[in-house]
């Protein structure tokens, strides 16, 4: 983003200093460097220029030996516009003009891109996991992580359940250590999965 720096109090209280001429083709900013104490600033302008440029403000206040930047918002125009940006200060005790000139942005030319032949072929997938391999792997998940003894403990229970409903031939028992196992061994899934 190009910048209009404009001088203030350099010379004398409320004196501007700026260029004769600014060109610009987009958006830009107006850098108010204050060389002395803290002053009033209004930026305004001409109807030529008002039609393709805005400021969000036009009074400004800048700070003692500061610089304040003022963004300037630039709409696309299909040609040159011309005008000028009057600067006042001291509440109009001083007037600075600038010649501005407003370009149409330039057309950007469409940068080609390479594509690798790579790129043009579907990638390619991975072979489909069998359940038997999901099965090896979290067997050894199991191991990793410790889960042996768990899964021995877990193994003792399921026959002691299964052997006690045997022997107590009782429904109710069976119906218990069916929903037990199925428990145990949903929760030793996830767990190993």
Do not use: C
Not at 4 to 18: C, M, P, Q, T, Y
């Amino acid at each position: 983003m190009s910048t209009l720096s404009v001088e203030l109090n350099g010379d004398a209280v409320h004196s501007i200093r700026a260029p004769d001429r600014f060109e610009t083709t987009g958006p830009f900013a107006v850098a108010l460097e204050n060389e002395g104490r803290s002053t009033h600033v209004h930026l305004h302008f001409d109807d030529d220029l008002d039609r393709v440029v805005s400021l969000a403000e036009t009074n400004h206040f800048v700070d003692d030996e500061a610089t304040k930047h003022v963004h300037v918002s630039v709409a696309d125009a299909a040609e040159p516009v011309r005008g000028k940006l009057k600067i006042v200060t001291g509440y109009g005790s001083e007037t600075r003009y600038v010649n501005v000139r407003v370009d149409p942005p330039e057309d950007p030319v469409p940068e080609k891109v390479a594509v690798d032949e790579a790129f043009t072929k579907p990638p390619e997938r991975p072979p489909e996991v069998t359940p038997s391999q999901r099965a090896a792997k979290a067997i050894d998940r199991l191991i990793e992580r410790g889960g042996v003894p768990g899964a021995v403990a877990a193994f003792l229970a399921l026959a002691g359940g299964v052997a006690v409903a045997l022997a107590l031939d009782s429904a109710v028992v069976s119906v218990v250590v069916a929903v037990v196992l199925t428990v145990s061994l949903g929760a030793a899934l996830l767990a190993a999965w």
